[in-house]
C-alpha cells in the first residue's frame, strides 16, 4: 500500500492505495465524486475526464499514486456558491446530451480546450473533443454548448479558471 495525498475540488485527502489503483476508482469509491463516470476503462472515451493539475485527464488511465500531491477538479467541482459553472449551464441551455454519460467529461475537455483557444471554431471545438465520445448526440448541440459556455466565460472573465 501507498499513502498518497491528492487535492480533490479544494478538499485534501490522505489515502492508502494500492499501487494498482486507478484514480477513477479513487475519485468514485472513496472519495464519493460519482460525477466522473467510468465508461471505457480503456482511455478510449473519455468520459472519465477530470482535470489534473490544470489540464485534463482521463482518469481511468492515471493510476492513484500518479496523482499523489496533484489537484484534482471533477465536474461536481466546478460549481460556484452562485450555482452552475457557465461551461455547465450551456450544456444544460443547449441540450448538448441525451443519456448523459458523457457528459462530464465533455464538459471537462471543453474547459481544458479553452485554456488555449478561448473562442475556438466549430472545427476547433471537434478537433479538442475528438478524444471524447458521445453515442447519442451527433455532436451538434454538443458544440453549439462549448461555443456558447465559451461565450459565457468571456463575459465573466472566467476563461481560464475552472
Avoid at 9 to 38: C, F, M, N, S, W
Wanted: charged share 25%; hydrophobic share 40%; proline share 4%.
Amino acid at each position: 500500500m501507498a499513502r498518497i495525498t491528492v487535492t480533490v475540488d479544494g478538499v485534501a485527502y490522505q489515502e492508502e492505495v494500492e499501487p494498482r489503483l486507478l484514480l477513477v476508482h479513487l475519485l468514485r469509491d472513496r472519495i464519493g465524486k460519482t460525477g466522473t463516470p467510468i465508461g471505457c476503462d480503456t482511455g478510449n472515451c473519455g468520459a472519465c475526464t477530470i482535470m489534473l493539475d490544470g489540464r485534463s485527464a482521463k482518469s481511468c488511465s492515471v493510476l492513484a499514486v500518479q496523482a499523489d500531491g496533484a489537484e484534482v477538479l471533477t465536474v461536481e467541482g466546478l460549481a460556484g456558491p452562485d450555482g452552475w459553472h457557465p461551461m455547465q449551464r450551456a450544456f444544460h441551455e443547449e441540450h448538448a446530451l441525451q443519456c448523459g454519460y458523457c457528459t462530464p467529461g465533455m464538459i471537462m475537455a471543453a474547459i481544458d480546450l479553452l485554456k488555449d483557444d478561448p473562442d475556438p471554431s466549430e472545427d476547433a471545438v471537434r478537433a479538442g473533443l475528438e478524444g471524447n465520445l458521445c453515442r447519442c448526440t451527433g455532436y451538434s448541440n454538443i458544440v453549439r454548448a462549448v461555443r456558447g459556455g465559451a461565450r459565457a466565460m468571456r463575459d465573466a472573465g472566467a476563461v481560464g479558471d475552472r
